[in-house]
């Protein structure tokens, strides 16, 4: 919220000035459910709604979206010439060699589950499909059939000429 508050662009100035910061979190999980509202955090915690609520509904109901217009940053404040920086840049380089990080996140971040794939926005629209809709693929099928067709007539035809040549061919007769 901060970030947004403290932006120069005027797109995220606008969507902190319409911004509803009152809503329950049964109720904001309702309204985005039906459309009505969208709910900006940092990925990691809409991770986790999305994971609760599947946990609580069965259901895949909440999407995360494409577009990610801020990067999560984390970072650490030490004193300015403190002699321990290097000691901490150090140990920083080895949890991330040995795959601690990775690990701390595979465990503490929400699990995969059936929804994982679906967790991005993706727009649908469903159809009923028509024998237009099937046109195309019904015309490949045809011309491949008619070019399968003209291939085994050459081949035959090939064959026919090939028996006919040696057919022609004068054999010596011996006795």
Known sequence: EEQLRTTNQERFK?????????????????????????????????????????????RCDLALGMDEFYDERLAMIVAQDTPYIDIINDEIKKLHQVGLIEKWLKDYLPKRDRCWKNRHLVEVN????????????????????????????????????????????????TT
């Open 14 to 58: 606008q969507l902190y000035d319409r911004r509803i910061t009152t809503i329950r979190s049964k109720e904001l999980i309702r309204k985005i459910e039906q459309g009505e509202h969208v709910f900006i955090d940092w990925k990691i915690r809409l991770q986790f709604i999305m994971k609760t609520q599947y946990l609580e509904t069965d």
């Open 126 to 173: 469903n159809h009923t499909v028509n024998m237009d809709d099937m046109q195309g693929s019904f015309f490949v099928l045809l011309l491949g059939f008619i070019l399968s067709l003209l291939i085994i007539i050459g081949e035959k035809l090939w064959f026919k000429y090939k028996v006919h040549k040696r057919e022609k061919i004068i054999q010596p007769f």
